[in-house]
């Protein structure tokens, strides 16, 4: 029973990688677990496994790459053919490439981004424990979010990447937004746990990041969030609102490279029989931002 | 790709129809959306099909059934072999044998319950339906839950009934609470979702309910409902706090009958690959109740 | 011992009563107490006092008075002399001039604006009682605010109103903006209460409205708020924040008329002892969106 | 215009002084300002004033004495008088007699409390400054309530006391517990503040304290405090719960020497002109406890 357990890991290219692992751990606060040439390995205080983010540094920002961490290793042989039955072309990231990861398959999505499968990586626990552990850990810095929690991509071709995300890794389709008559597709939601998404994709230049977005518990924590980053000085793209997709709770802001992060709360259960929202695109504003009906100029910029 | 989607109804024994129907609809806020015979039957708000409780007349609470929704309906098949070579009788409960249902794969947990898989059910739709919605109905009655979310079942034998879950059902395991030296499995969590428990088993009677839990938003929502119940005169078995299991925040009360029911916001995200975390029965109390630290007389009685 | 115990009412010039009484009832889920040619009188549940709000059709939006309730009748005598000690001329607003109303004295602050002092209005009671009160009330209808809580009006001499309130009426300041060396006054918060502001001032036009403020109790609440002004299609103006000045949790929003609206909660206690928070005017942005750290142009206009 | 601006400062009796100053600045968060001989000064994050609250070690637990802070030194000799005149002795007490203070007034309240009236103490300012101040400081510990808050004491003889309260002092009497017929006063709740209470009285012995009460921001702050106990181990009294009395989030605990703390948060504004709400004695229970609706054996015990 082949499955998608979740979005394990993004790859950041950054530009000052002492800014940005500084940014990181102090304001986002994640916690650093390892470095490899260029590349810093952080997780988050509730992550199991080694890694969720890397931050590789490079002369652009952007997406370098992200992998989705399947339920066991059969699996990567049995998504590779379904993958190539596809039409895309795959291959095999071997054992250590990275820091603790095991082998992996990699391939790109319709879009343009570059993607990986993989299964092993090396576990070194949420910051609580397994035994009689409390609700949270102590001492955390900054936001200290739970985990990675979804990204958002842009692309030309939805509806391909959209039946790729379905048809071959087993993923439902939460929410969409179509243009008048549903002739093209310009956003779509896509879900493999039971969140409203675990990747999302918006019309857009393929092989660009729209946002990577970290999971907090309640608006109580979004807010907060939203405090620290003026504290810090960070630069917001959007401050507290909620979504109409998804119904989460949220704030937009950068990254010292220019990457948009998100601090994400709520939403509802999505499972696999449920039917997809549609989203007409005249209303997107409202999908995007429930309370200010509008899309701002800036949230649909600064791709990386 | 065989899967359990959810706890999908629960089938609940009642004593008086009308006021159940009366404490359902205006207390919790669930919909009423059929009746036949001495059964009435209820969803919540933000689900999709046609009913999630049922509450039907008898001559002594407790739970009639419990069921899961499968992904399609070639599943029951393949679990209904799978059940059968685990040592369990299985039977065919036959489409519209209850109101808006499809067929069923009905058969007795190790504990001494009575199971059943189905796929198919009449969709009904949301509260706030699927084109452009908003995220949250206007006119709600009492405490709105959005979902029927978990149930906690007493047995005798916690480790086949474990075993049954995680084996024939694909289930994981997120916690368990074990005697010293791990003799004896006295409480064990098991979730299909990615939420912290879909169903729960602790040490007791076989065949017995100790509570159904709705699923509302946030610690803001669980303090309203424990407001609401004051304000409905309803009796409280544990008023709101925090579970050290699940880190979910709750409340415990009870329906007319004497059913324990809990509202439940919170808890961490659940997967496959997590370490399931132990509890020493010492430390049970802290477990259930993570701030008062023991257990409560009244909560380790009241099985219907 | 005279003292002033709150802003008690406020009447605002709208341009349609019946669109205006619709949204002050349903959006924001004030009573309607009563009626007298064109005024509407209007309470929050968890006021007292026969109304708070004023609806009086206009050709003009913009508030038509403010008044703040003493502490005793006598009280009345008492500032009359101050005030024209100051240098205001007063007069005195018979009894039943407006529905429920006793005697009040009136003039005019030096910002232009119409003020009243009063102590007489008739009690209607909160809609929980006095007598083993719930803690809040079924059946409110929209955002449902506890009270009226603030004004904020534009003025061009604010030292001079500043003095006024401190002076003649008592207040305490507890920030002030101020350009560059102190050299201008184009900010003042002024409380009576122990909150962080009773009434306020921002450098501008006389005589005009920036805006009127309900209170709620909990950034939860302000959340709310926002939603169903999105379910209800009313304009925003400020989507949910954390001001600096007085650091409480906000959304601005607008009447029928046009007359700018705020949901307000939070903010610290203030006491008559604490030292004014000083906001260098370069800063106001953080001071007033404490997220998005600069002034909006809208926020900036829209004055009624 | 004398006034009593708030309680202004406890003096707790304290068994080991070293353990109290850990948990009062590691587990409630409050910072140490000072110490001289045997007694230690704390003060809260969000206070300007030197101290709120001094440990004094002592063979018993328990409240050395109260003391409210006067809106000028000119109040003390105002009520001086006016205590005398109501028939209790009143001494001076000499300024630095404790560290940072002015002169005071001490009185021996109608319960047997030793109170003192001031107006003069150090000014140290709040960790967030009063030049553009962020709404909350990084790195604090523990709870880190705002404030203290108010007193339960408790007495035999709440008629004379809620009298020299309300008549002698100027306080408000928000709410009240009654027998039967009125017959026996046997709660008192008092203020000054705008708060639902600054000092009350339970029916009890004389001289004794019930707990004190430290202000915190909201339910998500008293839930968060909880947690932050458990993992303290610091003993409850009662877990998170709604008062109906004054409609306050809450939770009690118990400080190393076993005087009774709480964290508190919410409540209605209060003010001179509201009627005093009633609550039979019959329905205390839920006056205190809203949820719960009876009265513990605990909290009814453990004075200090």
Same mark, same amino acid.
């Given at each position: ?11 950041l290219r950054v530009l000052d990688l002492d800014k940005s692992v500084d940014y990181y751990? &102090? ?14 390995? @952080? ?12 931050l590789t540094k490079s002369n652009s920002a952007g997406l370098a %790459? ?9 699996? @990567? ?17 071997? &054992? ?8 992996? #398959? ?24 397994? $035994? &009689? ?7 955390? $810095? ?7 929690? %979804? ?14 995300? #379905? ?10 937004? #179509? ?6 597709? #310009? ?6 746990? &039971? ?14 990041l729209? %946002?990577a ?15 620290? @980053?003026?504290?810090?000085?960070v630069p ?18 950068f990254d010292p490279s220019g990457n948009r992060n ?28 429930? %309370?200010?009906?509008? @899309?701002?100029?800036?949230?649909? $910029?600064a791709?990386t």
């Amino acid at each position: 029973m082949a499955r998608v357990l979740r979005l394990g890991r993004a790859e950041l290219r950054v530009l000052d990688l002492d800014k940005s692992v500084d940014y990181y751990t &102090n304001v986002i606060g994640l916690q650093e677990t390892g470095r490899i040439g260029e590349s810093v390995f @952080l997780k988050a205080w509730d992550e199991y496994d080694h890694h969720s983010l890397i931050l590789t540094k490079s002369n652009s920002a952007g997406l370098a %790459h992200l992998a989705f961490k399947v339920q066991s290793i059969d699996d @990567l042989a049995y998504y590779e053919k379904k993958i190539e039955e596809f039409g895309c072309t795959t291959t095999r990231v071997t &054992n250590q490439t990275r820091l603790a990861e095991g082998e992996a #398959v990699r391939f790109i999505l319709p879009t343009g981004h570059v993607c990986e499968l993989y299964h092993e990586i090396e576990l070194l626990g949420t910051a609580v424990g397994t $035994k &009689n552990p409390h609700p949270w850990p102590l001492g955390t $810095k900054g936001i200290a979010p739970h985990r990675l929690d %979804h990204l958002l991509l842009t692309g030309d071709d939805l509806k391909t990447v959209t039946r790729f995300f #379905v048809d071959v890794l087993g993923f439902g389709q939460s929410e969409k937004v #179509v243009t008048e008559g549903e002739e093209e597709l #310009v956003g779509s939601f896509l879900f493999t746990t &039971n969140t409203a998404h675990d990747i999302a994709f918006v019309k857009g230049p393929d092989a660009k990041l729209h %946002h990577a977005a970290f999971g907090v518990d309640s608006l109580h924590d979004v807010f907060k969030a939203a405090d620290l @980053l003026s504290m810090y000085e960070v630069p917001f793209d959007v401050t507290p609102t909620r979504h109409g997709i998804s119904r989460g709770q949220t704030i937009y802001f950068f990254d010292p490279s220019g990457n948009r992060n998100e601090a994400f709360a709520g939403g509802y259960m999505a499972f696999a029989d449920m039917p997809t929202i549609t989203w007409d695109a005249s209303k997107i504003g409202t999908g995007i931002f429930y %309370h200010r009906r509008e @899309l701002s100029e800036s949230f649909q $910029k600064a791709l990386t």
